[in-house]
């Protein structure tokens, strides 16, 4: 079975900080996605990488930033962290550009920025 | 922007009761997946459709493609309460690098 992991499932941030969200894939997939979740609002695109040291802009990149060294794992930082960005992250995985682009989901991370 | 509504956005059910969600878009897609998310936790696939008119069981759900793979239905079968989540769907499209997600919808199975 793909298991993609994140680094935390609960995060408390205060106003201002820097901010690391940590994904690891372990089935050697290309793709990797990071998105937030919001009540009313649905799943939305941050970033994502087709490749190693790869990114690309989603929805809403603004305000984040986006790290892939490695091809299993694919970090999203929060420059300086704000209260707008309290939200539920997913991480995702699929494994290429073609085909079906089925997508196999971390557990979350719900972050609150005070 | 290709867009994916779902409805309807929240659904309420007495166990064994029959329900349909749908997934409604002026787009094409090359696919189109449905997941399962549980409070807490992240997305879990269920099924791709692929092929227009396409149906798919699994178990007590029911997933078609439309004949024109602009659109797709759920249908659940005597709900469960282990139903209850937030039933997503998703188009991919060939030209497109990331997938269209639909805002969800929200169902509740009541023993």
């Known amino acids: 079975d793909v298991k993609v992991t994140q680094s935390s499932r609960y995060l408390v941030k205060r106003t201002g900080e820097k901010v690391f969200l940590e994904c690891v894939q372990d089935m050697d997939h290309e793709n990797m996605f990071w998105y937030r979740q919001d009540p009313g609002l649905g799943l939305r695109l941050i970033y994502f990488?087709?490749?190693?040291?790869?990114?690309e802009k989603g929805d809403i990149p603004e305000g984040y930033s986006v790290s892939r060294e490695k091809k299993e794992r694919f970090s999203l930082i929060l420059e300086s962290a704000s209260t707008n960005q309290t939200s539920m992250y997913l991480c995702a995985s699929s494994l290429s550009r073609t085909g079906l682009r089925e997508q196999f989901f971390g557990p979350g991370t719900r972050l609150t920025v005070l | 922007t290709q867009l994916l509504e779902q409805s309807p956005q929240f659904l309420s059910i007495q166990e064994g009761e029959n329900l349909t969600v749908y997934c409604n878009s002026s787009s094409v897609f090359s696919s189109l997946q449905w997941y399962r998310q549980e409070p807490g936790e992240g997305p879990v696939l269920l099924v791709t459709v692929v092929t227009g008119g396409e149906v798919k069981k699994l178990k007590r759900l029911t997933f078609q493609f439309g004949d024109a793979r602009k659109d797709s239905s759920l249908h659940i079968t005597a709900a469960q309460p282990g139903d209850t989540g937030l039933y997503l769907c998703a188009g991919v499209s060939t030209n497109a690098g990331k997938s269209t997600f639909g805002d969800g919808t929200t169902l509740t199975v009541k023993p």
């Open positions: 990488s087709y490749d190693v040291k790869m990114k």
